[in-house]
Nanobody
Framework: VQLQASGGGLVQAGGSLRLSCAAS????????MGWFRQAPGKEREFVAA????????YYADSVKGRFTISRDNAENTVYLQMNSLRPEDTAVYYC????????????????WGQGTLVTVSS
């Protein structure tokens, strides 16, 4: 699976962005997909994940109620809608493809995109 993330940019606090992750490969529709982020000087952290059908989602507490993960298997794309953005959401956001179990553990994800930078100004 090859992943290409896009949609990052500069936004003011309180604003919104939608990230997209286009995937190629036959296994996309059967894979758990996740979004992670890494801020400067910090470790990579889990943001959200979605199971193969889109029927189950899982969020980090820090984004719950503000971010929504979704997927379109016909388009081989996973999305991250980010609302009410805060300066602490500033990071490089990565999409990743995993196996069958929805998880926040990055070691369970085998394929990673190149990342897209989100900057939230105060």
């Amino acid at each position: 699976v090859q992943l290409q993330a896009s949609g990052g940019g500069l936004v003011q606090a309180g604003g919104s962005l939608r990230l997209s992750c286009a995937a190629s490969g036959r296994t996309f529709s059967s894979s758990v997909m996740g979004w992670f982020r890494q801020a400067p000087g910090k470790e990579r952290e889990f943001v959200a994940a979605i199971n193969w059908s889109g029927g189950r989602t899982y969020y980090a507490d820090s984004v719950k109620g503000r971010f929504t993960i979704s997927r379109d298997n016909a388009e081989n794309t996973v999305y991250l809608q980010m609302n009410s953005l805060r300066p602490e959401d500033t990071a490089v956001y990565y999409c990743a493809a995993g196996g069958y179990l929805i998880t926040a553990d990055h070691v369970e994800y085998d394929y990673w995109g190149q990342g897209t930078l989100v900057t939230v100004s105060s």
